[in-house]
């Protein structure tokens, strides 16, 4: 679902007309066309999204590297998302003792650490509710209320004693869907830079890291996309080496009867989150913890939501609440600047 924009589509925005935009769920990425250095660029399908990754550099190693840095992010889809009866998650659900290793214990950690922080409005462990509602299935639907309430007896964050998981008769459902993601571009970016690419940008579908500056010493500009219509832009945000992640309503959702049903969700009630906002954009150095972030600042809602992320160090984030205002928290604009359309 990649749409690679003409120049001056955007048309009654003259500033497009200079630019081009490569439209991806949750976040844009906007570049000038008068750079010297042309980046090297690659669009793949990963982890249930496009993954864009753009770095300067020279087209031979910026070739190898970014094909290291797919395979690497297709190793945590299936180590996050694996549901072989050998898989971690799945002997966990069947009441077995264990003790998380490898990349799934360290997306637990930051995912334990904000469900902590938010009293479970961010769970990583809704795994039932999530395929019960089927949002990454073709066939999403309405559950009955009796289904929901069986598969929130599968939940419960507060049933996990520390993030290296789970003794024996835990039985909870995993699901690190709301933060594997960002840890996979925290993932991309390291294998990028290790392999000595000192400038680019990888963009998993709303989840997205920059490192080093554009050619020019310029910052990244990144498009946060406007709820009601995500072909355009809300505002425009100037980074340099950040993660910045976008949790949203319009992300995956489907409408029955008039009423939109998405697929961020209330852990309490089993439903999508109804808290009157319609996108969360996180700024911080880490992508898992932005987009944890993210999930959770938008289940919380505008006040309480600007709260966790004020109180976060070294974070900052936008939230688009349903009446169409912008709750900011109070580095956004000057530690990043942020110009909105
Ligand atoms: P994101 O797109 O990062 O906001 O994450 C949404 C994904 O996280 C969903 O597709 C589910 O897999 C999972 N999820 C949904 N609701 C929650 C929640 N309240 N807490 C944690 N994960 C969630
Ligand atoms: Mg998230």
Redesign the pocket.
Known sequence: MMIERAPGLLSGNPLFFRTFLLLLTGLLLISGCNQSRKPYRETRFVMGTLVDIVVYASEESASRLVQQAYIRMSEIEQEAHVKGKDSPLTRIREGEGVLLKGDIAVVMKT?MDV?EATSG????T?GKL?ELWG??SDNPRIPKAEEIRRALEWAGYERIPEAGCCPEGTRVWL?????A??YAVDEAVRILKEGGISSGIVNAG??LRSFGLKPGKRPWKIGVQHPDNPQEIAGVLAVEEISV?T?GDY??YFVRDGVRYH?????KRGYP?RSGIRSATVVTPDCALA??L???A??LGPEKGIALLEGWKDVEGILIAEDGGYHMTSGIGKTYPFEER
């Open positions: 995912a469900a409005a961010f769970d990583p809704l999530v949002f990454n699901d690190l869907g709301g933060v993601k960002g709303g989840d992640a949790s992300q995956r697929h961020i969700l209330d852990s989150a987009d944890a993210a999930t959770a938008f289940v």
